[in-house]
């Protein structure tokens, strides 16, 4: 079982048991014992992973780390973890304390299911304010796991970490910084990209035009730009473009008021795309109603994957079916957000094929 596999193991643990995980120790022994498996170390052997180790600040003594990840002896990383419920921007300070005392280069604080890991880029010994990585196993992303490989034991090396920690701090918080801008641009990037557009005086009353005109500009690029690349890599793979399965059900007065759109197309091309290492895409296909748009395994209505809620395109949500056949609700900002629930879908699937 690669890293992938194990993050969903540890994910559909969660959905299947949060109700039960009320305290901080069992968040620990059903989803961060597990995390730090898969990362290769032994949780049984305290010479690779110490439970409670001290870490006395000052005079304070008996203060203790839940676990240190041990090399030659000496810490490496610091792991402190709070109840799966818990939120970490309440607990980051306690982490920098005792990464402060320690020999450890690195310090990860955790809910089981976020994962912010910390060093020390800015001063020697002194953990920074900023995370250089921070992952949610939810919505975790193919580049994250690469990412999460390099503290895999078989991978360990710190200079190797040290080295991409500082492009990855700043990398994160420039995307921070475009989603925000993305969401509600600044007059000054209105002005900067309106400029280059508009010959006449860019006055302020120019500026608010240019406003939603920048929004939606920025949604459609984006937009046309993930279609057109999953177009391309499903061409690719299969020989031919993917388009919509036609519906073999005779067309009645209230077939013939449904209208496929292209972001439901697009939502279903993302959807094959993700969950073709699970089945043959063919066997993933799409049927049209009116007040949805199923997404079904064999072209099945008993076999239901998830369903698109798209009537209204302020209001996009996906309708995704667990192992009780139970549909969740999750909002979608943008189309191509459906791959933040790549965990779940192949959850969907699974039960069809194991």
């Known amino acids: 079982m690669d890293l992938k596999d194990h993050i969903y193991q540890i994910v559909s643990r969660w959905e299947k048991t949060k109700d039960s995980l009320a305290t901080e120790e069992a968040t620990k022994n059903a989803l961060i014992m597990p995390f730090i498996m898969a990362l290769g170390y032994d949780i049984f052997n305290p010479n690779e992973v110490l439970p409670e180790m001290t870490c006395d600040i000052g005079t304070k003594k008996g203060e203790r780390i839940d676990y240190a990840i041990m090399q030659n002896g000496k810490p490496v990383i610091l792991i402190e973890c709070k109840q799966w419920e818990q939120n970490l921007n309440l607990h980051d300070n306690q982490l920098l304390r005792y990464f402060t005392v320690s020999q450890a280069k690195f310090g990860i604080l955790t809910n089981g299911l976020q994962y912010r890991f910390y060093t020390d880029l800015l001063k020697p010994n002194i953990m920074d304010e900023k995370p250089f990585l921070e992952i949610d196993l939810r919505k975790i992303k193919d580049v994250q796991i690469e990412e999460l490989k390099k503290f895999h034991k078989s991978n360990f090396d710190i200079d190797n970490i040290l080295s991409s920690a500082s492009e990855l701090k700043y990398m994160g918080q420039l995307k921070d910084v475009f989603a925000k801008e993305f969401e509600e641009p600044t007059p000054e990037l209105i002005k900067y990209f309106g400029k280059q557009v508009y010959d006449g005086v860019f006055t302020p009353k120019i500026a608010e035009q240019f406003h939603d005109l920048f929004k939606r500009a920025i949604s459609s690029y984006i ?132």
């Open 223 to 354: 937009s046309e730009q993930v279609s057109s690349r999953l177009n391309a890599a499903l061409k690719q793979n299969e020989g031919d473009a993917m388009e919509a399965p036609a519906s073999e059900e005779p067309v009645t007065e209230e077939t013939s008021k449904i209208v496929t759109t292209q972001e439901e197309i697009d939502a279903f091309n993302i959807i094959r795309a993700m969950l073709r290492k699970e089945v043959a895409v063919e066997k993933i296909t799409m049927r049209d109603a009116l007040s949805y748009c199923a997404i079904l395994f064999d072209d099945n209505n008993r076999k239901p994957i998830c369903r698109l809620h798209f009537n209204n395109l302020s209001n996009l949500r996906v309708e995704i079916f667990n192992e009780e056949g139970k549909g969740e609700k999750y909002p979608l900002a943008t189309v191509d957000e459906l791959y933040n629930y790549e965990p779940q879908l192949r959850n969907a699937i699974r039960r069809y094929v194991e």
